[in-house]
């Protein structure tokens, strides 16, 4: 990664887009230590160890503990990206049009997106903050002056900074490197790492006893060793990948006679933890508008429990949502439709597979099978911690310890495969001048 950052800034072009990312990334931390004007910060202070507030401010890029402008961060956009993509399955036939229109309707689909984050975003920022004036710290109050119209201007503030920061991610991806709706969760996570090893260092050797300290070091040795697994074991399944042998009916001169259609095992990428993770969120967050007045009622227990990854009935839901996101966005990543129809516009085929229909049955089928395997590993890795932390009573910051490990892993290596195709096309376009 670092000799591919160093052979990039030798390029103009290149350089620039990495400049830009940073320029981009730095201005969403910037903005995420600005707290919206009329609440007071501290107040949130014991709902540091939380486990719901703890995923919120993962999914916002760390822009939730201070409740800055970026509080919201991206989960309302990747919300409304949810929505958005499953009513295109048969579901509204004008979103199903939109699909297939190519360039035309993506603008619209992506207009419709931006239209429903609104709506998403106004609805999630006055429930937060509704949410959180209940249950602010002892001795300050969240919400200075808690009446309607100051729940609006927040709520109005909030949906602002969302709509920006979604701006920022698509300007990321557009002009910079990288997804930019994950690079900005990349980011938070990565900010988080110096209070995370502060925080670790005083609850195991500042804040024990002498005679407990080797107790401290056993702990230390043992997790950096489970993050030194983790890491290798999540890198070696995201970039495995199962190569399916293709045969060219047309013979051009120079050119190969077979080559191979690589599907990774993980085609889903770490989507399916962002997206799993904003929609325990989001409805966590819209509950807390009923939290006064419902909060006793069975239902609201109940559901209260259900969008808690730390409970029983949560972590299976979230391990539920893992893996369904993994199928769904799998087939949205890899269309066995569209591969086989291009297969066979291409005049290449795979060996003892019928053109066609048995092509996109048999990739579908093949898929199907590498997703099982790919869900099984993200919602392992993104579960496992949080069990952990139940079970030996470890730090809270541990429980989404997998579900962050996963995000900022997976980040790193999509960016670091378009770094090296961006270097690679460049040797080519150099090749070709020449």
Do not use: C
Not at 293 to 312: E, P
């Amino acid at each position: 990664m670092l000799g591919l950052l160093k052979d990039g800034f030798k390029v103009k072009d290149i350089r620039k887009k990495i400049f830009f990312t940073l320029f981009i990334l730095l201005a969403f931390r910037v903005g995420a230590h600005i707290t919206v004007p009329g609440v007071d910060a501290r107040a949130l202070a014991k709902l540091s160890e939380n486990p719901l507030f703890t995923m919120m401010n993962t999914v916002s890029g760390s822009a939730m503990e201070n409740f800055s402008l970026f509080a919201m961060g991206v989960s309302p956009y990747i919300t409304a990206s949810i929505v958005i993509q499953l009513l295109q399955m048969d579901i509204v036939p004008r979103f199903v049009e939109w699909s297939k229109q190519g360039e035309v309707g993506r603008r619209k689909l992506n207009q419709a997106t931006r239209y429903l984050t609104l709506v998403l975003g106004f609805i999630q920022s006055i429930a937060i903050t509704a949410g959180f004036n209940q249950f602010s710290a002892s001795g300050f109050n969240f919400v200075e002056k808690p009446n309607a119209m100051t729940f609006i201007t927040i709520g109005i503030i909030l949906t602002a900074g969302t709509m920006f920061v979604t701006w920022m991610g698509e300007q990321i991806t557009d002009k910079g490197i990288g997804n930019g709706v994950s690079m900005i969760i990349f980011a938070g996570i990565i900010s988080r790492l110096p209070s995370g090893i502060k925080g670790i260092y005083e609850d195991y050797f500042v804040n024990v006893d002498k005679s407990d300290i080797w107790k401290s070091v056993l702990f230390i040795i043992a997790l950096l060793v489970s993050i030194l697994l983790i890491v290798t074991f999540v890198t070696y399944v995201q970039q495995a990948e199962r190569k399916i042998s293709i045969q060219y009916t047309k013979r051009v001169a120079g050119a190969p006679q077979s080559s191979y259609l690589p599907l990774k095992v993980n085609a889903a990428g770490v989507i399916p933890v962002i997206f799993a993770s904003s929609l325990i969120s989001t409805p966590s967050a819209i509950m807390q508008l009923f939290a006064s007045t419902k909060g006793d009622q069975q239902w609201f227990k109940v559901l209260s429990q259900l969008f808690n990854y730390s409970t029983i009935p949560g972590g299976i839901f979230y391990t539920v949502l893992i893996v369904a996101f993994t199928f769904f966005y799998a087939f949205v990543q890899v269309n066995p439709e569209k591969v086989a129809e291009n297969l066979q516009k291409q005049g290449s085929y795979i060996p003892s597979v019928r053109p066609g229909k048995g092509t996109e049955d048999y990739i579908s089928s093949l898929l199907l099978r590498l997703s099982t395997v790919g869900s099984i590993f993200l919602a392992a890795v993104a579960i496992l911690p949080i069990i952990a932390q139940n079970v030996w009573d470890l730090p809270k910051s541990i429980g989404l310890g997998g579900t962050s490990l996963l995000i900022a892993i997976g980040v790193a290596l999509e960016t670091t495969k378009q770094l090296e195709g961006l270097l690679m096309k460049r040797q080519y376009t150099g090749f070709i001048v020449k």
